[in-house]
């Protein structure tokens, strides 16, 4: 493991992204970024990715983070809001990937497993632990924006373990993973 090393964290979603970058320095960590990117004001759909994906380059270009921690779409059982979702993590994903940064997946349980020690943790008990954490002075009125930054801090605390979610370093990897996926 790097001595010094940046991760993004995001939690993708088609109405609010949240997103947190945490810098990391052995096994400490410290927040550099917590915000949100607000969608509510584009009524389509494609525009909303397009924001996304270019809210994520922008991140990238900004803080030049060396991994990519994702917050999963649970599953529902609204399909349309879960195609949403999945769009939108997958616009997210293709942004770090074009840019050659190595992407993680976690579970929304996951997630509150690796804050709280709970998996059915609220976004709230995620959001103080997190500001007890990273010494956070206030929370954000918009727990999407410490959402992200929980998928940050996971991957942060998964990173000496062996994961089993999904790990992909390019699209190489990412189409050796998923070759069920691709229609031939």
Same mark, same amino acid.
């Given at each position: &493991? ?8 995001v939690? +993708?979603?088609?109405?609010? &992204?949240?997103?947190? /970058? ?8 410290? /927040? ?11 009524? !389509? ?19 030049? +983070? !060396?991994? &990519? ?14 195609l949403?979702?999945?769009?939108a993590q997958?616009?997210? &994903?293709?942004?770090?990937? #074009?840019?050659q940064?190595? %992407? ?7 997630i ?10 609220? =976004?709230?008990? %995620?959001?103080k632990?997190?500001? #007890? /954490? /990273?010494?956070?002075?206030?929370? +954000?009125?918009?727990? !999407? ?7 940050? %801090?996971?991957?942060?605390y998964? #990173? ?12 190489? #990897? ?5 070759? !069920?996926?691709? =229609?031939?």
């Amino acid at each position: &493991m790097k001595g010094e090393r940046i991760i993004l964290g995001v939690d +993708p979603g088609t109405t609010v &992204m949240g997103f947190g /970058l945490i810098k990391c320095v052995g096994q400490k960590m410290e /927040l550099v970024q917590l915000d949100e990117l607000i969608l509510k004001k584009y009524t !389509d759909h494609y525009l909303k990715l397009q924001k996304i994906f270019e809210r994520t380059i922008q991140l990238i270009e900004t803080y030049h +983070p !060396d991994e &990519m921690a994702l917050e999963a779409p649970f599953f529902g059982k609204n399909v349309q809001s879960m195609l949403k979702l999945g769009r939108a993590q997958g616009v997210a &994903m293709a942004a770090g990937l #074009s840019r050659q940064i190595p %992407v993680v997946e976690y579970s929304p349980r996951k997630i509150k497993m690796a804050i709280t020690g709970n998996g059915n943790a609220s =976004k709230e008990q %995620v959001a103080k632990m997190l500001q #007890s /954490l /990273l010494t956070l002075k206030k929370l +954000p009125d918009n727990l !999407d924006a410490t959402d992200g930054l929980a998928a940050a %801090v996971c991957h942060f605390y998964n #990173s000496n373990k062996v994961v089993t979610d999904k790990n992909y370093s390019g699209w190489a #990897s990412f189409v050796k993973q998923n070759e !069920d996926r691709i =229609k031939k």
